[in-house]
């Protein structure tokens, strides 16, 4: 992040509507930042923008020319662009031969191109005003091998080979790239899995910690990657996910 004759830190969150990335805006609202929102849903978009006194931005996250756009339309307005959140993701709980066309399309544009799409627009900019920090959101599917999550899997970790080789190509430009990789969150995506009590009690013995996660620990995470006291962190992987993908539970 660039820190030179800055007063306020320009942010912006893609995907911003979503569980985490609400919660992400709500949380960056409380400091003293220049905050973007930018989502596809409309209706929702300009209730957060209102509620938390944001400008907006409605894009495609998963399409160039839309987050092209934003992220130019950023640093016009304010001169540069100092962090980027890609929060846009969904879930796909099916084994590869019942995955069709439609649903391999779907799950990796939304997962892995969008999260793309945010990184080529974003270090396009930051490596024209002077460095920045750019999270991406994976998930612990990527790290273990969960039954059913082909599709998600491999886009999520097609994330994960992303920020990989971008923190490598970027660094000598001052532009940190990394992701945090969550368990099971109870957000609205997910709602059909925490709000069943007998999928919930399964996937809180499958956390080592006891329970599933909440919006405001994946959130944190995010802010420690995006502040600029991380100044030398990047390339990095941080599991978020109550020890689903490294320990074994009893």
């Known amino acids: 992040m660039n820190t030179t004759n800055m007063e306020r830190p320009v942010y912006v969150v893609i995907g911003a509507t979503g569980g985490i990335g609400s919660k992400v805006c709500e949380m960056l609202a409380c400091e003293s930042c220049d905050l973007i929102t930018c989502s596809n849903n409309d209706t929702k978009l300009k209730a957060l923008s209102q509620k938390l006194n944001t400008k907006s931005y409605k894009l495609d996250a998963s ?10 339309d950023v640093v ?5 662009v100092d962090g980027v959140v890609n929060c846009v993701g969904s879930i796909l709980l099916k084994p590869s031969h019942l995955t069709t066309q439609e649903d391999w399309n779907k799950t990796i544009s939304l997962n892995l191109t969008s999260a793309f799409a945010t990184l080529r627009s974003s270090a396009k900019a930051m490596m024209e005003t002077g460095g920045g920090s750019i999270v991406l959101v994976s998930s ?8 059913n999550h082909e599709a998600i899997a491999a886009s999520k970790a097609g994330v994960i080979g992303l920020v990989m080789s ?3 190509t970027y660094a000598r ?3 940190r ?13 997910t709602k059909s899995l925490t709000e069943n009590d007998a ?21 944190s995470a995010i802010l420690w990657f995006l502040r ?17 993908a490294t320990i074994k539970n009893r």
């Open 140 to 147: 612990a599917a990527a790290l273990t091998g969960l039954a």
């Open 173 to 175: 430009h001052g532009i």
């Open 76 to 80: 016009l307005k304010y001169g540069r």
């Open 228 to 244: 600029s006291q991380q100044s030398w962190v990047t390339g990095q992987v941080l599991g978020v996910d109550g020890g689903l």
């Open 63 to 72: 399409s160039f020319t839309d987050v092209d756009e934003c992220i130019k």
């Open 199 to 219: 999928i919930l009690k399964k996937s809180e013995k499958m956390h080592a910690l006891g329970r599933v996660g909440e919006p405001g620990d994946i959130a």
């Open 166 to 168: 971008s923190a490598a």
């Open 177 to 189: 790239v990394n992701c945090v990789a969550p368990g099971l969150v109870k957000t609205p995506l």
